[in-house]
């Protein structure tokens, strides 16, 4: 029975003789192959699926074969082992690419997208020499180890003949029920899932002629496989729940949504497989990739062209028009309706909880507003625009601490502020410290510069004392404990997720100190840094 090395004879030293003998037997396929390449006209190599196929199958079987006997640590082995790497790498990348350039003419891609078919070629001519290269370094290791085998004379075929069209779409569609609630759940799951992926974005923009800057702590293996599987995941859900279903044909928009994802998809593959390539055999095995060749393919701008320029910009621009047609998809399927929501504890709508705010808006792409008493309408999506109302909250807010005043009793102070001088000061003072005590004001700062506000006041106690509790709360030094709420309206699931941040005191105390988000708002973590 043939089978790897067990656990008691994994440290046993394996003679060369023996090993060898075992490598030219299992090699011989794929080294057949590259005899046969070798023949050719290197202009002539064309990648076809069942060349690919073949070359994934024997490289991976080779791979774990080698490394159950350790050549990744053998300096005899290692170059044969890096090789066989090169193969399996690529064709699997190969294949992805194959499989788009084939299927993406039925995607219904964007017009923007119109240089992708070329793009796509010349990323299929790139790992055409990295395979033909790889080949040819394959069977130079193997003479030199002595495992080539004799030469066959059958002529090796690997061609793929496509004869154009498709089969007709004739199979009757699925019944499937709540169509608006399938298409809801899958953009609303879609935007949740993919908001992490704009890291693309910044690996596009890069120069590949300075790839030492490109940034590897954000674009790394780990990344990539995680945001991978995501995309992978939601198209499982895609294909479990609308596809060939009436829901698919119910919305022009989701055929169209699963063609890019479904590019997407691929694309991001091929992308982890070149970041795993870089991180683990360029920065590591690189004496024994280059065919030392002047031009070499592996080695030079075009690896990092086709990385940044095609698979991070095509990987992010598809998943953007996917996200897109989400957020049409969920403004059509709107369900508008009217909702006061609580603002935030700590001086109101500022920066963090507006942006936190505008971030859902955005995420959903649908319109929601907030009504003010006066029905002036007030955009949701920009953080500048939520904070107009905070205006209006300090007033509310001023207008309640002002209409108690007068149920407390404040006699003692007020005799006090009659005496002039630091008594007016310290009256004030008292009175506001009252005021927290009874759970009315909140005070940040305990540097009150109340001798400043007085300077030029010659009204009563109480009218001081309001004076100050404005300046103060313009200044952020106190805040008035009320609670204010404003008026929201938009689509159900987006004020649902407002209201979830509101409960959670938009992510931050009472003393604006950040708190962590509810794991239904893990959306909004790039806002945060």
């Not at 694309?267 to 280059?290: A, D, S």
Request: charged share 25%; glycine share 4%.
């Amino acid at each position: 029975m043939d089978i790897s090395p067990t656990q008691s004879s994994a440290l046993q030293p394996i003679t060369y003789k023996t090993f060898a003998r075992l490598i030219a037997s299992r090699s011989a396929k794929i080294l057949h192959i590259s005899q046969h390449f070798q023949k050719t006209d290197s202009d002539s190599f064309v990648l076809t699926r069942p060349l690919l196929s073949i070359i994934q199958a024997e490289s991976t079987h080779l791979e774990e074969f080698l490394d159950a006997y350790g050549a990744r640590t053998n300096q005899l082995w290692l170059p044969f082992r890096v090789q066989i790497a090169v193969l399996k790498n690529f064709s699997i990348a190969g294949y992805e690419l194959l499989h788009i350039y084939h299927s993406s003419p039925h995607y219904q891609l964007s017009s923007q997208q119109q240089n992708f078919a070329s793009d796509t070629r010349d990323a299929i001519n790139y790992v055409t020499c990295t395979i033909s290269c790889g080949l040819r370094l394959l069977l130079v290791q193997a003479e030199k180890l002595g495992i080539a085998p004799t030469p066959i004379k059958r002529q090796l075929n690997f061609n793929e003949r496509l004869p154009k069209g498709r089969l007709p779409r004739d199979r009757q569609s699925r019944r499937a029920e709540s169509i608006k609630e399938r298409i809801t759940h899958l953009a609303t799951s879609f935007l949740h899932r993919t908001e992490d992926a704009r890291f693309l974005a910044k690996i596009a923009a890069c120069n590949p002629t300075d790839f030492e800057s490109l940034n590897f702590e954000l674009l790394n293996e780990a990344s990539l496989r995680e945001m991978e599987s995501k995309i992978h995941n939601l198209q499982s859900l895609y294909d479990t729940f609308i596809g060939d279903s009436r829901t698919e044909d119910a919305d022009p928009d989701l055929r169209r949504f699963r063609g890019h994802s479904s590019a997407a998809l691929h694309l991001t593959r091929v992308t982890t497989i070149f970041i795993h390539f870089y991180e683990r055999h360029v920065k590591n095995n690189r004496e024994f990739l280059y065919c030392r060749q002047s031009g070499c393919c592996l080695e030079g701008e075009w690896f990092f062209t086709i990385l940044t320029k095609y698979l991070a910009y095509y990987s992010h621009t598809f998943l953007e028009t996917a996200r897109d047609l989400c957020k049409q998809m969920l403004a059509r399927y709107a369900e508008v309706e009217m909702r006061d929501i609580a603002v935030p504890p700590f001086i109101g709508f500022h920066v963090r909880p507006s942006s936190l705010v505008a971030a859902i808006v955005r995420h959903y792409g649908s319109d929601v507003t907030i009504i003010s008493e006066d029905d002036s309408v007030i955009d949701a999506r920009f953080p500048f625009e939520i904070q107009r109302t905070n205006e209006r909250i300090n007033q509310l807010k001023r207008e309640h601490i002002f209409a108690k005043l007068h149920d407390i009793d404040f006699s003692h102070q007020s005799d006090s502020f009659t005496h002039g001088g630091k008594d007016r000061v310290a009256a004030v003072r008292s009175a506001i410290m009252q005021l927290a005590t009874l759970n009315l004001l909140r005070i940040y700062s305990f540097s009150m510069p109340i001798e400043e506000e007085l300077k030029t006041f010659n009204g009563s106690f109480i009218e001081a004392l309001r004076a100050v509790i404005t300046a103060f709360q313009r200044i952020r030094v106190v805040d008035v404990n009320y609670n204010v709420t404003v008026c929201f309206r938009g689509d159900r699931r987006v004020l649902k997720d407002i209201e979830i941040l509101a409960k959670n005191g938009y992510g931050e105390t009472d003393q604006g100190v950040n708190i962590p988000l509810p794991k239904e708002l893990e959306y909004l973590s790039h806002c945060r840094g």
